[in-house]
């Protein structure tokens, strides 16, 4: 079986679990923290590193194995880590590659949770974020890197104002710099854009949004793509030994797959952010429809977009896939399949109409997610972003009355006919 040929779908559906006979067609939940050895020296191999079994469930687990395991097919890396959340891949990934004394340079249309932690918590940690605008020129990105810029960090389809990565000029700044692109693939999935075909090196996901899918698991995801050089000078804690491993060097002893052992056995071992098995297991089951829904969720957005684009009583909308969208040419460029579920807009009359519309949906809910089966809404501003102060609001584009909207999988005509009594509320 060439899995790596496959299309998405069938990663989906059948990554990356093949039982052996008369054993469960579905993938069992392994629900133990623990895994028993025969002997005390096989023991001592794996906690070597020389052998690859599972040892305790903080480590590896075989149900999330599996969920790993799919996700890297479909994203085309040479291997995952899954974590309790979205947040906890994220700090994860670049706690692997930059310490104190290092920056980061991140776009700052970034998710909120994502900003603020780069802003906040890693500064403390002697981090340094770079926060730029993602449409300064090449020129500008460059100019803004310190000789200890680590990463380059961008999402492929930004939270909440859907804005398209410039992969071109970002993975272009990022080999001139000599550091990894990691890029949050959470809301296109790799069904509507693939980061390591576009030159990225990292890739995180919050999978409680579209993987999952139906808004029941928090988790997370970070794949390495294995197509970066660690030993350029830049990053000797992937060379030097590990002496808490006995002197493993992760790039000599584990090659490609250097990054996402690191951040397994050192990362994972002392942070242990890890998710449970029937977690696992419940976003595995989401991912075996990621296809079928992406294409629903992208649909029922255009539609959605074009109807509130011709609406009087709305001011304005973004959506990558609207012809009106400053981000049109990049979104026909990367995102050929669809521009996945999520949008913004504003309604006429500015924070209190949004709100007034927002009260009055009835079908459509207001919730604090993203990104799954069901329409949502949100004010970013009084939510999501509410530690950003008034100033760093009018940096990232987050207007007072902006609603963020999460379309989901239903029919797009009884989305429609919700918005349309809404509309009709606020006049
Ligand atoms: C939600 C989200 C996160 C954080 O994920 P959690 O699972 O909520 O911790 C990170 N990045 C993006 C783009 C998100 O939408």
């Known amino acids: 079986m060439d899995k790596d040929k496959w299309k998405i779908g069938t990663q989906a559906v059948q990554g990356e679990y093949w039982p052996s006979n008369a054993k469960a067609r579905v993938v069992p939940i392994t629900m133990s923290t623990t895994y028993r050895y025969d002997t005390c020296e096989e023991l001592a191999r794996v906690f070597d590193l020389e052998q690859d079994t599972d040892m305790y469930t903080r480590l590896?687990?075989?149900?999330?194995?599996?969920?790993?395991?799919?996700?890297?097919?479909?994203?085309g890396g040479v291997g995952a880590l899954a974590t309790s959340s979205g947040m906890a891949a994220i700090t994860l990934a670049?706690?692997?590659?930059?310490?104190?004394?290092?920056?980061?340079?991140?776009?700052?249309?970034?998710?909120?949770?994502?900003y603020t932690v780069f802003t906040t918590t890693f500064k403390d940690l002697g981090i340094e974020a770079i926060m730029f605008d993602p449409d300064i020129s090449e020129e500008e990105m460059l100019s803004l890197a310190k000789p200890n810029t680590?990463?380059?960090?961008?999402?492929?389809?930004?939270?909440?104002?859907?804005?398209?990565?410039?992969?071109?000029?970002?993975s272009r700044v990022a080999k001139k710099l000599g550091v990894p692109l990691m890029v949050d693939n959470t809301f296109a999935t790799p069904v509507l854009c693939k980061p390591f075909e576009l030159g990225a090196n990292i890739v995180v996901h919050s999978t409680s949004k579209y993987m999952d899918g139906h808004a029941v698991a928090l988790g997370g995801v970070i794949v390495d793509g294995g197509n970066f050089n660690w030993n350029n000078g830049k990053f000797p804690d992937f060379v030097e030994p590990d002496?808490?491993?006995?002197?493993?060097?992760?790039?000599?002893?584990?090659?490609?797959?250097?990054?996402?052992?690191?951040?397994?056995?050192?990362?994972?071992?002392?942070?242990?952010?890890?998710?449970?098995?029937?977690?696992?297991?419940l976003i595995n089951l989401g991912c075996e429809s990621l296809h079928l829904r992406m294409r629903q969720h992208s649909d029922n957005a255009l539609k959605i977009a074009k109807y509130l684009e011709n609406h009087e009583m709305c001011a304005w909308v973004k959506y990558p896939g609207l012809e009106s969208s400053q981000y049109y040419p990049l979104a026909q460029k990367y995102l050929p399949n669809g521009c996945s579920g999520v949008m913004t807009f504003g309604v006429k009359g500015g924070r209190d109409a949004s709100r007034k519309f927002i009260n009055s949906l009835k079908m459509v809910a207001l919730v604090t997610h993203v990104a799954d089966s069901r329409t949502c809404v949100l004010q970013p501003a009084s939510t999501t972003h509410r530690q950003l102060s008034d100033q760093e609001l009018i940096d990232c584009?987050?207007?007072?009355?902006?609603?963020?909207?999460?379309?989901?999988?239903?029919?797009?005509?009884?989305?429609?006919?919700?918005?349309?009594?809404?509309?009709q509320c606020c006049k």
């Not at 590896?60 to 994203?75: G, H």
């Not at 700052?108 to 949770?113: K, L």
């Open 94 to 114: 670049v706690l692997n590659m930059c310490k104190k004394g290092d920056s980061i340079l991140a776009a700052n249309n970034i998710y909120g949770g994502a």
């Open 150 to 170: 680590k990463l380059v960090y961008g999402e492929s389809i930004s939270n909440p104002l859907a804005k398209v990565l410039d992969f071109d000029k970002f």
């Open 60 to 75: 590896s687990n075989p149900t999330t194995d599996i969920l790993e395991k799919k996700i890297s097919l479909m994203e």
């Open 243 to 281: 002496e808490s491993y006995h002197g493993v060097s992760y790039f000599k002893n584990f090659g490609k797959t250097a990054y996402i052992t690191k951040a397994r056995v050192q990362m994972m071992r002392n942070f242990g952010m890890t998710p449970s098995p029937f977690n696992s297991w």
């Open 397 to 423: 584009g987050i207007s007072p009355e902006m609603i963020r909207l999460s379309i989901g999988i239903e029919d797009a005509d009884d989305i429609i006919a919700d918005f349309e009594q809404a509309f």
